[in-house]
């Protein structure tokens, strides 16, 4: 089955702490990105890459960091200097041929900072 | 002012009605649009690419009209499965994956 999985599904986490979340598609797409997403509100990227070893900071890249090291997968490093990062986080990815490049996503990470 | 607006909604109609929903993006460059569903608490799905010249997909329109800078969509019909919030997404360039932009989306609740 082709598709994108993060994981965990839920995570808590001390203020103060690094966490990461998994990416991982099987779609032999060459982009990805980061999304988070708070109640009641559209979706903003953190970061993205379009090829592996390279990647670019999207809207809201602060006190969060990413690597690209296979094509399969991109990680999500929320560190502590994320001043509120309790919401739900989103991974896609997307073919860069063609003209409509449209987003697959995978079914998320909810973290909560207790 | 936002990037990419969308009708505030919610939007709460009865099984069968015919809703239709606006999108409007501020960048003339958009190249590439698209509406997803995102059902509570699930990640956002595609629904349907937007094309210039409109598309139909069984009981879902969508248009686009370059010159007002919006998109919309139109179900007809509505179904009680069709609950769920929409998302529209408007990207610049056909190939500059990083300036996807999403709406804050619009909630549909379709009532027996």
């Known amino acids: 089955d082709g598709g994108i999985t993060q994981s965990p599904k839920y995570l808590f986490r001390k203020e103060g702490q690094n966490v990461t979340l998994s990416c991982e598609q099987n779609?032999?797409?060459?982009?990805m990105y980061w999304y988070r997403q708070d109640p009641g509100q559209g979706l903003r990227l953190i970061y993205y890459?379009?090829?592996?070893?390279?990647?670019q900071k999207g809207d809201i890249a602060e006190g969060y960091s990413v690597s690209r090291e296979k094509k399969e997968s991109f990680p999500l490093t929320v560190t502590s200097a994320q001043k509120n990062p309790t919401a739900f986080y989103l991974c896609?990815?997307?073919?860069?041929?063609?003209?409509?490049?449209?987003?697959?996503f995978g079914p998320g990470t909810r973290l909560t900072v207790l | 002012r936002k990037e990419v607006e969308q009708d505030p909604g919610p939007f709460n109609v009865p099984e069968g009605a015919t809703v239709a929903f606006n999108c409007t993006y501020s960048?003339?460059?958009?190249?590439?649009f698209f509406w997803y569903r995102q059902d509570c608490r699930k990640e956002p799905k595609l629904l349907m690419s937007?094309?210039?010249s409109g598309n139909e997909d069984g009981r879902f329109t969508a248009q686009l009209n370059r010159a007002s800078q919006y998109i919309s969509l139109l179900i007809r019909d509505s179904k009680l499965s069709d609950s769920a919030t929409y998302l529209c997404?408007?990207?610049?360039?056909?190939?500059?994956?990083?300036?996807?932009?999403f709406g804050d989306g619009t909630t549909l609740t379709v009532k027996p």
């Open positions: 960048n003339s460059a958009s190249q590439s």
């Open positions: 937007v094309y210039s």
């Open positions: 890459s379009q090829i592996v070893n390279d990647f």
């Open positions: 779609l032999n797409h060459d982009a």
């Open positions: 997404v408007v990207i610049v360039g056909n190939t500059n994956a990083g300036k996807s932009t």
């Open positions: 896609a990815s997307s073919s860069l041929a063609g003209s409509y490049n449209e987003q697959f």
